[in-house]
Each structure stands twice: as structure tokens, then as C-alpha cells.
């Protein structure tokens, strides 16, 4: 990122980039005209969009004609393993630059995006660039003086501690070095030592500043005061920090910084555990072989952990920091448990390692039955097998038990150095999802990092901020008639949805309320009829980079949509009330559309009770998956309701076998059928043949408890039927999604 940020601004100061275009790549852009979909079979509604917004820019005007003339040529960069190197259809393999097929590639591949920044920083400034650079301590040293202090950027799962010991010994400093964890109370004991190192002429290291935040400022005082013709010229202060707003900015100006990434893969990550053991502690153990087999399982299982978390929400819900420690103990308890035990106690390994000691990080459910499914898959009597492999494959396998250390080590380093997603259960889509995600992130944090000031184009911020502004003024839907509601939908004992409806009327009204209003006072700010005040300021630079204004989100649904498609979802939202409202109760539910689901399903619940005279507790729903369109189910079933508008992650609904069915190669997200939920009192859950998967309102899927008990994320897990075993699926993460991120 650094590199490339570097690269693009020297080129800008060569007048050789278009601020437009620079825009574009940043944020995306809007859609001035809506059209057809020429290729819908392979060209998502996401990427037509982003080309249509593309040829509104001045170098690309009949982009999208020439795009639907040339299908079969961008299909081919489309399927391409490596599409940023492939040339560009017709007139445009010339005419465009290296930036501007960059935007290209945005609209096809967002995946490659990365990969093709690399590309850009070698053709631009040089190779070594881009290369991973060796940490050298030395070489930090060496420029380093008794005033500037050498600062360690944490990254979670890396510890340079190790790496400065080791250096104080090569330096013949490790019997000077004096080193203190900072925390509640080290304040003064750290300023005692720093100053007896200054006169004499030793090293300090202060490890985890960000814990003494109060104690910032007094470092900061000592630093500026430290007296270049008193100091000792051997002194050297060492910190590590993790990112943090009370770090001293003087210090992050004048010091010295570092960085370490952690390993990454499931490479890295076996070298780093099996260099930690040693031959005697492989042999330790009564049972040495099945000792053996099962920690080669156990630190797979721990590479499993860590890097499935590079996938996102397809991994887990939510981000969970595992640690070395968490294996350690595994690894101890695992040793423990062989000894102790005639035979090997699978249940008990299972429930420690799973339950207990990395369960006991895990807060979401759904997270925890992901661990639990993948833990059988590693500790199980199979795995005493030799050459019994932990992938469809077969790289990642058990090797023969009369191996020693340097025997395992050898087989470590012969393993790929990316990992397929097969290793963790899940489709090869979802590397994909992965590098979409990297781009998005990476793009986002240049955007942030952007200058506030500056014009485009001949158009100011300021004029791009109003035009938006009217914009989205124009499409603005009127508030609904609350009253005229509440009079045709009364509060009926019979019919819990007239009371739903109301409910999603008022906050739909709320929502509606705050974007008109702030809307007009932004635009009377910008004319310099009101002040600009501090919230405004910061509407105006979501609107400019296209994003959501934090003043709407936190009266809005959950949402991941840029501004452009969030505000067309919120006119179809409104229409589907309006809709209901005039025409009477939908015969099939669009379910994304609603503010707040779980009161809707509440309301079937309680209509189903009430008609039955059944207590509400004892009822729960039973699903059935429809043959038919929703376009053809025009009546309300006589039980429940018809639910549509869901997308399947992670596999995806086949229609002529009725069940779940792998994805298509780079289909991330298909449409699910519709779905009947039926009511049924005291039901108990079919044993097999069915996959339990959970509804989220967004792609993120974490969300967080809110005051109604409902996390404002999860909605209710229907059951689909599949043939397949309900681990397969678990495994990969399947999900249903009520709105997608476009």
C-alpha cells in the first residue's frame, strides 16, 4: 500500500493521473443512467453497474457499448487465472494506461486488484519495492542515536522481544539491557531505570505501551528532555506499542519504527510450532506413535484456527485472537491424557481442546458448532492410520511415526506455501471472498488517507458534495400517511402483521425524517446559510466518498451497500410497505425488506397461537422450501407465511435435485428459493437430511445483542434439505443473507 501510494503520487505530480478516474478507483462511482444487463449468465449485477459508472468518466465514453459488443473477448479476462495480464479487448489494449486498466480490472476482477498493483509499482518505480523486506536489526541500530528512540509496531500473534534479546547478545549488551512490562503502577519504576540508563550508558525497553496510557505523557516529557552533550552516547530506548491514540506523536516523529508481520499460512505456522519441540519431547510420551500422529493433528487443527480467520464471516463469524498458548496446553493436556489412560480418550481430547480451551474465546454458537465439527475431523481414531490424509488432495497427510524432529520439519517445508481452501472445508470460491475483501480494505484505507482539500476535475468537493446532495433529495420517498395506517390496519387481536406493518412504518418514517433534514441543512451549509458543524463536515465526506453518513446508519437497518445502491435499497424497501399498504397483506414476504425481521416472524408465531389457542412457547416453525417462483404464489398460505429475497453464501440451491448443491466457480452468492415457514407446536427437529443454517441480515453475519434480546444481526436458522452430511456444510461456512455488499 505504501508503495503504491508513493507511486501514484509521483506520478500525479507529473499531471500523468485523472483525478476522476483516481476517485473512481478509490470509491467506485454512480450510475447516471440505468441499463440492461447484456450478459447476465456470468456478469454480476455488481460489476454491470460498475461499468456503467466507468463510461461516464471522460477517457471511457462507450465503454459499455463496447463491452457488450466484445463479450467474448472480456469473458475470456473474466475467466482468466490471471486477469490484470491479460490485454484488453479491441481499441482499448492501447488506448488506456496502466492506471487506467486498473479501473477495468475494478469493474471484472476486484479480486486481483492487489495483484495488480504489484505489477503497477514494478513498471513504475522498481522490483525491490514490493519485496518482503528481512527485519535486520543492525541495520536500525546503526542509524539510530541516543535521542531517537526504536519503536516496535505490534501486530497481533508476533513478539519482538525474543528478536531484541537475541541482538542485545550479539552486541555484548544483554548483561546492560533492562527491560520492564508497562502497566498499573510501573510509571515511576520505569523512570527510575531510564534515568540510571542514561548515565550509564544502557539499553531500556518498555514493552506494551498502549497499557499505561496515562503514563504517555510523562515518557514524552522524559524524551524531550533527554540533553544530547549529557547523555550517555550508548544509551538506546526500545518500545513496543500496539497501534494507539494516547501514543506520544513526537515520539512516533523522531523515533525509529518497526514492524513485524505474523506468519502467515498453515506452513508458517506448523514450522513455527514444531520448531518449539525438541526429540526428546516427541518421545516423552508411553504411547510415542499415536502421541506423534495426534500432535501433527493438533498443531494442523491450530493452523486451521488462525488462518481460517483470513476468510472473514466464511470462516467465523467473528475474528477470534487464538494464541500459541492455547496449543500449548492442548499439547500438554494431549501428553497427559495418553499417559494416563489405557486407551485414547477421544471424547475427553475433543471437549478440552474444543470446548475448553479454545472454546472458551468463542462467544457466537454458531462458531462454536463450526469448531466442534472441525475438531472431529482431527482427533479421531483415523488419524493413527499412516498416510492417512486430512485432504481431499492428499498434501496435508500423516507421515510415518518412526520419524524424528528434522523428519517432520522436512515434510513441513515440502508443503505449498499457499493454502488451498480444500485444507479447511471450504469451496475454492472462497479465496475469492478473501482477496475481494483484501481489495475493498486496502482501498478504503487509502481512501482515509486521502487529503481533505482538493479539486477534481474542475469540479470542487464542495459542488460534487451538493450535487449528491439533490441527488439523493430527488429520489427521496415521501413519508408515509401513520395515520391512514393505523386506521386500515387496526390493532386486531387476529392479526399480529397489522400491528408489524405499523411498527415498520414508524421507523421507515424516522429514518426517512433524518435524511431529508440533513440533507437540507447541509445544502443551506454549503450555500452559507447555517454553520458547518462538525457532523455536517462529516456527512459531507461520506457523501464524497460514497459512503453511508454515520448520521443515517445509526437511526438505519444494518447495511454494508455503498451510498448509490443504499439509497436505491431503501426506495424498493419503501415501496414494498407501500405496496402492503394499498394492495393488503403480501402472499409472499420480501424478507430483506423488512426494518426489523424478527418481529414479523413473531407476528406469524403469534397469529398461528392465537388462531389455534396454543401457548406461544410451545410453537416453533417447520420449513419447506417451495417448487415455485414467487411471482406465481399469489395467495397467502392458510398457515405461516412465504418468505423470498434470501442469497445463499457458500453453496447454493439446485432446484431440479431439491437440495443444497456445491457453487459454481466464482458464483460467491446465488438466489434462494422461496421459503414456507410453517408453525408447528411441540416439534421436534428431522435427525438427517437436513443442513440447519442461520439467516443474517449482512454479509459480516457478527452482530451484537441489542435491548430487544435479538442480535441485530441473526435472524432466525431454517433447515435445508441436502445429502449431504450437516458437517460439509458447517465447514464451508453456509450461510443465507438477507442483503448483499452491492
Known amino acids: 500500500m505504501f508503495a503504491f501510494l508513493v507511486c501514484v503520487r509521483i506520478l500525479m505530480n507529473d499531471g500523468q493521473i485523472d483525478m476522476d478516474e483516481w476517485r473512481y478507483l478509490l470509491s467506485g462511482g454512480t450510475i447516471k443512467e440505468k441499463r440492461e444487463n447484456p450478459a447476465p449468465a456470468w456478469l454480476y449485477e455488481r460489476a454491470w453497474g460498475d461499468i456503467l459508472a466507468l463510461s461516464s468518466l471522460k477517457n471511457f465514453s462507450g465503454f459499455a457499448n463496447d463491452f457488450a459488443a466484445n463479450l467474448v473477448a472480456f469473458r475470456a479476462i473474466f475467466d482468466s487465472p490471471e486477469p490484470h495480464r491479460q490485454p484488453l479487448p479491441g481499441k482499448w489494449e492501447a488506448e488506456l494506461d496502466a ?65 531484541l534479546y537475541k541482538f542485545a547478545e550479539e552486541t555484548k549488551f544483554s548483561k546492560k539491557l533492562s527491560a520492564i512490562s508497562l502497566g498499573q503502577g510501573q510509571g515511576p519504576r520505569a523512570e527510575a ?6 548515565e550509564q550508558g544502557n539499553w531500556v525497553f518498555f514493552q506494551n505501551c498502549h497499557l499505561a496510557p496515562s503514563w504517555m505523557p510523562s515518557l514524552e516529557r522524559l524524551v524531550e528532555g533527554i540533553d544530547p552533550s549529557k547523555v550517555h552516547q550508548d544509551f538506546r530506548l526500545w518500545l513496543t506499542s500496539l497501534p494507539s491514540n494516547h501514543f506520544p506523536v513526537s515520539i512516533l516523529q523522531n523515533g525509529s519504527k518497526m514492524t513485524i508481520e505474523p506468519p502467515r499460512g498453515v506452513k508458517a505456522n506448523l514450522l513455527k510450532s514444531y520448531i518449539s519441540f525438541s526429540d526428546d519431547f516427541l518421545n516423552s510420551c508411553p504411547k510415542v506413535a499415536e502421541f506423534k500422529s495426534l500432535l501433527l493433528s493438533l498443531c494442523f487443527f491450530h493452523g486451521n484456527m488462525l488462518e481460517r480467520r483470513k476468510f472473514g464471516p466464511l470462516g467465523f463469524n467473528i475474528p477470534y485472537e487464538f494464541t500459541d498458548g492455547d496449543l500449548r496446553i492442548c499439547v500438554s493436556q494431549l501428553q497427559m491424557f495418553l499417559s494416563e489412560y489405557t486407551d485414547i480418550p477421544y471424547k475427553v481430547l475433543k471437549y478440552t481442546a474444543g470446548e475448553i480451551n479454545y472454546g472458551g474465546r468463542v462467544t457466537d ?158 445544502l443551506k451549509a454549503l450555500k452559507g446559510l447555517v454553520v458547518m458543524s462538525s457532523q455536517l463536515e462529516l456527512m459531507a465526506s461520506s457523501l464524497y466518498n460514497n459512503t453511508v453518513p454515520e ?19 431503501l426506495v424498493q424497501r419503501i415501496e414494498f410497505l407501500q405496496k402492503w399498504i394499498s394492495h393488503g397483506i403480501p402472499s409472499v414476504f420480501w424478507i430483506s425488506g423488512f426494518f426489523f425481521p424478527q418481529a414479523f416472524l413473531t407476528g406469524t408465531l403469534q397469529n398461528f397461537a392465537r388462531k389455534s389457542v396454543i401457548s406461544i412457547d410451545t410453537i416453533s416453525f417447520s420449513f419447506k422450501v417451495m417448487k415455485e417462483p414467487a411471482s406465481e404464489l399469489t395467495r397467502h398460505p392458510d398457515e405461516g407465511c412465504y418468505i423470498h429475497g434470501l442469497f445463499l453464501e457458500g453453496a447454493r440451491w439446485d ?30 427437529p428431522p435427525a438427517t437430511g437436513n443442513y440447519l443454517c442461520p439467516i443474517y441480515k449482512t454479509l459480516t453475519r457478527a452482530g451484537t445483542l441489542s435491548t430487544t434480546g435479538h442480535s441485530t444481526n441473526y435472524v432466525i436458522a431454517v433447515e435445508i434439505p441436502t445429502d449431504k452430511p450437516q458437517k460439509h456444510w458447517i465447514k464451508r461456512g453456509t450461510a443465507l443473507i438477507c442483503a448483499l455488499d452491492f
Not at 458534495?465 to 429520489?475: G, N, P
Open 365 to 522: 454458537d454458531w462458531d462454536r458448532r463450526c469448531i466442534m465439527s472441525i475438531l472431529e475431523d482431527f482427533y479421531k481414531p483415523e488419524v493413527l492410520i499412516p498416510e492417512f490424509a486430512y485432504s481431499e488432495s492428499g498434501i496435508y497427510k500423516q507421515i510415518s511415526t518412526s520419524s524424528d524432529l528434522n523428519g517432520y520439519l522436512q515434510y513441513i517445508k515440502s508443503l505449498p506455501l499457499n493454502d488451498s481452501p480444500e485444507l479447511f472445508g471450504l469451496h475454492d470460491n472462497a479465496n475469492i471472498t478473501f482477496a475481494q475483501n483484501e481489495t475493498f480494505a486496502l482501498l478504503g484505507a487509502i481512501t482515509q488517507l486521502q487529503p481533505k482539500t482538493f479539486t477534481l476535475g474542475g469540479h470542487s468537493r464542495e459542488e460534487l458534495v451538493e450535487e449528491t446532495s439533490t441527488d439523493i433529495l430527488a429520489k427521496l420517498p415521501a413519508l408515509m400517511n401513520l395515520q391512514e395506517v393505523i386506521h386500515k390496519y387496526p390493532l386486531l387481536y387476529e392479526e399480529s402483521m397489522n400491528t408489524v406493518l405499523v411498527q415498520e412504518v414508524i421507523r421507515y418514517n424516522r429514518l426517512l425524517e433524518v435524511i431529508a433534514q440533513t440533507l437540507k441543512d447541509l
Open 99 to 163: 492506471f487506467q486498466k486498473l479501473l477495468v480490472l475494478r469493474c471484472l476482477r476486484g479480486d486481483k486488484i492487489t495483484n495488480a498493483m504489484q505489477d503497477f509499482v514494478v513498471l513504475n518505480l522498481d522490483r525491490h519495492f514490493i519485496e518482503p523486506q528481512t527485519t535486520d536489526l543492525s541495520v536500525v541500530f546503526r542509524e539510530s542515536t541516543a535521542t531517537t528512540p526504536l519503536v516496535f509496531v505490534l501486530s497481533p500473534g508476533t513478539d519482538p522481544a525474543a528478536d
Open 551 to 569: 448520521m443515517w446508519n445509526a437511526k438505519a437497518y444494518p447495511s454494508l451497500k455503498p451510498l448509490a445502491s443504499w439509497v436505491n435499497d
Open 655 to 684: 432446484p431440479a435435485a431439491f437440495q443444497l448443491a456445491e457453487s459454481h466457480p466464482k458464483e460467491l452468492y446465488t438466489e434462494m428459493a422461496v421459503i414456507w415457514l410453517l408453525p408447528v407446536p411441540n416439534r421436534k
Open 193 to 198: 531505570m531510564m534515568h540510571s540508563a542514561m
